[in-house]
């Protein structure tokens, strides 16, 4: 039985990798520092083997008898990488430079990064510039998400050798129900407004284009990619998305799958700038090369999202739980609180920090 080290596992594409991995009869070791708790991991805790660490310090032995590493750890979006930049840099580029170096060194062979197809944007200022990008297009990153993510990725080809096999995926925009859920990505947020607004409201018109990727396919597409022969993967770059949609058309597919599960919705255009991204992307080379192809669709994955968040009662949605920058900074303003007023409930020994009230 091969074993694999899921670096962050516990998060939204994590735990659904975890639970593909599973049932194709991989073991699996996850290494997570467990930001959004152990909630996502519920349904598969007594299959897998955790170890609580953080990916820039974790000790060498998580690395001990592994067949491949597939990292999927880090800040995983734009707000969350520009409110601490430092921190984005040191998971995202710095810690995967020395995951990637303590596995060459262990002999681990096969090393899968999860980027991003933001990588690809081009915004909506110039309509000349408008194209569908395929992995050899020119590419210069400028946010902070996307630009930590594509330094990573240089590390990693730099060093891709005949002992040394990275594989890097750029996802594009990831949607679906997962056991550790957000409602901070586009398809995503439709479900959840449209269940508690009744509404969906298209900022600057929704004209924008966006990759997609439903959050199973995506887990199909690293499972693909451990798969594949080695040969032919060493060093390559794979974009993977289910199709490219303006989000206006986007808006159109969900407000239809949501009518047939007897949610109605009305769509709402906002046409304020607001800084938005626009990049479409080709698919053609891992469809080429490794016959990988999406089977789940936006609607079929809406119809799920409704069921799935009832079953689950994941309806309290105003939970920062689901919002990675909302409970990145309400951890970081409990961490302060804590320091002075250490154990929630059990009585300190002594006072940290004495105060005078007039």
Same mark, same amino acid.
């Given at each position: 039985?091969?074993?694999?080290?899921?670096?962050?596992?516990?998060?939204?594409?994590?735990?659904?990798?975890?639970?593909?991995? +599973?049932?194709?009869?991989?073991?699996?070791?996850?290494? !997570?520092?467990?930001?959004?708790?152990?909630?996502?991991?519920?349904?598969?805790?007594?299959?897998?083997?955790?170890?609580?660490?953080?990916?820039?310090?974790?000790?060498?032995?998580?690395?001990?008898?592994?067949?491949?590493?597939? @990292?999927?750890?880090?800040?995983? @979006?734009?707000?969350?990488?520009?409110?601490?930049?430092?921190? @984005?840099?040191?998971? &995202?580029?710095?810690? /995967?430079?020395?995951?990637?170096?303590?596995?060459?060194?262990?002999?681990?062979?096969?090393? %899968?990064?999860? *980027?991003?197809? *933001?990588?690809?944007?081009?915004?909506?200022?110039?309509?000349? %510039?408008?194209?569908?990008?395929?992995?050899?297009?020119?590419?210069?990153?400028?946010?902070?998400?996307?630009? *930590?993510?594509?330094?990573?990725?240089? %590390? +990693?080809?730099?060093?891709?050798?005949?002992?040394?096999?990275?594989?890097?995926?750029?996802?594009?925009?990831?949607?679906?129900?997962?056991?550790?859920?957000?409602?901070?990505?586009?398809? @995503?947020?439709?479900?959840? $407004? =449209?269940?508690?607004?009744?509404?969906?409201?298209?900022?600057?018109?929704?004209?924008?284009?966006?990759?997609?990727? &439903?959050?199973?396919?995506?887990?199909?597409?690293?499972?693909?990619?451990?798969?594949?022969?080695?040969?032919?993967?060493?060093?390559?770059?794979?974009?993977?998305?289910?199709? &490219? $949609?303006? %989000?206006?058309?986007?808006?159109?597919?969900?407000? =239809?799958?949501?009518?047939?599960?007897?949610?109605?919705?009305?769509?709402?255009?906002?046409?304020?700038?607001?800084?938005?991204?626009?990049?479409?992307?080709? /698919?053609?080379?891992?469809?080429?090369?490794?016959?990988?192809?999406?089977?789940?669709?936006?609607?079929?994955?809406?119809?799920?999202?409704?069921?799935?968040?009832?079953?689950?009662?994941?309806? !309290?949605?105003?939970?920062?739980?689901?919002? &990675?920058?909302?409970?990145?900074?309400?951890?970081?303003?409990?961490?302060?609180?804590?320091?002075?007023?250490?154990?929630?409930?059990?009585?300190?020994?002594?006072?940290?920090?004495?105060?005078?009230?007039?």
């Amino acid at each position: 039985m091969k074993k694999i080290l899921l670096v962050g596992g516990a998060g939204y594409v994590g735990t659904v990798l975890a639970e593909e991995l +599973l049932v194709r009869g991989y073991a699996v070791r996850i290494l !997570d520092r467990l930001y959004y708790g152990r909630q996502g991991l519920r349904d598969i805790k007594d299959r897998i083997e955790l170890v609580v660490d953080d990916m820039r310090t974790f000790s060498p032995r998580v690395l001990e008898n592994l067949d491949a590493v597939i @990292n999927v750890g880090g800040l995983s @979006n734009d707000p969350t990488a520009e409110y601490n930049p430092t921190a @984005n840099y040191e998971m &995202n580029t710095l810690a /995967t430079q020395r995951l990637a170096e303590m596995c060459k060194g262990q002999g681990i062979r096969r090393f %899968i990064f999860a *980027s991003t197809c *933001s990588i690809y944007d081009r915004g909506v200022s110039d309509g000349d %510039i408008d194209i569908v990008q395929d992995e050899e297009s020119e590419v210069s990153p400028q946010a902070a998400y996307s630009s *930590s993510k594509y330094k990573a990725e240089r %590390i +990693l080809l730099d060093m891709a050798d005949d002992d040394f096999c990275p594989i890097i995926l750029r996802k594009g925009t990831v949607f679906g129900f997962s056991p550790r859920m957000r409602y901070d990505l586009v398809v @995503n947020t439709f479900v959840k $407004y =449209a269940l508690t607004e009744g509404r969906l409201t298209l900022h600057y018109g929704g004209e924008m284009w966006r990759p997609l990727i &439903n959050v199973r396919d995506a887990a199909r597409a690293y499972i693909t990619c451990l798969q594949a022969e080695e040969t032919a993967m060493r060093g390559q770059i794979f974009n993977i998305s289910q199709g &490219n $949609y303006r %989000i206006s058309e986007l808006a159109l597919r969900v407000q =239809a799958a949501l009518r047939e599960v007897g949610v109605e919705v009305e769509i709402y255009p906002d046409y304020g700038y607001r800084g938005v991204r626009s990049y479409r992307v080709s /698919t053609r080379k891992i469809e080429h090369m490794l016959g990988f192809r999406p089977v789940v669709t936006v609607e079929e994955s809406v119809k799920e999202l409704v069921h799935k968040i009832r079953e689950y009662g994941y309806t !309290d949605f105003d939970n920062p739980r689901y919002y &990675n920058i909302h409970w990145m900074k309400l951890l970081e303003e409990a961490q302060v609180i804590t320091q002075v007023t250490g154990s929630v409930f059990e009585a300190p020994s002594t006072l940290a920090v004495s105060e005078v009230v007039k």
